[in-house]
């Protein structure tokens, strides 16, 4: 069976700053991939980074970032120059070959100005 | 700019009631899918669809159906609406690629007095 854990429910981060969200998984699977997803309050749920687990280097886009440690089964995100805009539910997500994605239960971003 | 639709995004019923969720998108996605969501919590999948003709169960047991005649359109049926069917509905779409990138609708937020 293929499981997500995010294991901090609430993150604040005043403006400006850097935050990381913890994410460990598991998974049979050689080839695989994780998400991290973005869900804004009463808006759509949209991907924020991708990462191929048979990629070393770690995935980045913009002020996002990710920490992919495969042999710790560990894929945190990082981000950078935090905004207002990133307050959202961040959800951590694992493709392990099935038809299905597997979500942790999330990660409650407050940024305070 | 969402190529994935649903309606209503909002809907207010009385028990007992059947109700129909619609989910609609442009992509041609081979893959659907439902979530069933209570706010800020986690995402269960509820029912998904390898293409036309093809409907599965999810992760959560749900008193809800679904159907898929086309491509682009993945409906959920409610027979008699309980108030224990509040919650949002989430549906999304993934390409039949290596990987499974889902796109996410907007929501539909039901609630069963």
């Known amino acids: 069976a293929q499981t997500v854990t995010q294991s901090q429910p609430e993150m604040s981060v005043q403006e400006a700053e850097t935050v990381t969200l913890s994410c460990t998984y598991d998974t049979s699977e050689s080839d695989y991939y994780l998400f991290w997803y973005k869900q804004p309050p009463s808006r759509q749920m949209i991907l924020v980074i991708r990462?191929?687990?048979?990629?070393?280097q770690n995935a980045t886009e913009n002020r996002f970032s990710v920490n992919f440690q495969k042999a710790a089964k560990s894929f945190s995100l990082k981000i950078s120059d935090s905004q207002l805009g990133d307050a959202a539910m961040y959800f951590c997500a694992l493709w392990g070959g099935s038809e299905k994605l597997v979500f942790g239960k999330g990660t409650k971003l407050t940024v305070n100005p | 700019e969402a190529d994935i639709y649903q309606t209503p995004r909002y809907l207010v019923i009385g028990t007992g009631k059947k109700i129909t969720l619609e989910c609609s998108q442009t992509?041609?996605?081979?893959?659907m899918y439902w979530y069933q969501q209570d706010p800020g919590m986690e995402l269960h999948l509820i029912h998904y669809?390898?293409?036309?003709?093809?409907?599965e169960k999810g992760d959560l047991s749900s008193e809800s159906t679904v159907s898929r005649i086309r491509t682009e359109h993945f409906p959920l049926t409610l027979e008699s609406a309980r108030p224990s069917h509040t919650s949002q509905y989430l549906c999304a779409s993934a390409t039949s690629g290596t990987y499974n990138e889902q796109f996410f609708g907007p929501g539909t937020r039901l609630t069963v007095l």
């Open positions: 992509m041609g996605h081979d893959k």
């Open positions: 669809s390898y293409g036309v003709n093809s409907t």
């Open positions: 990462q191929e687990a048979y990629k070393q």
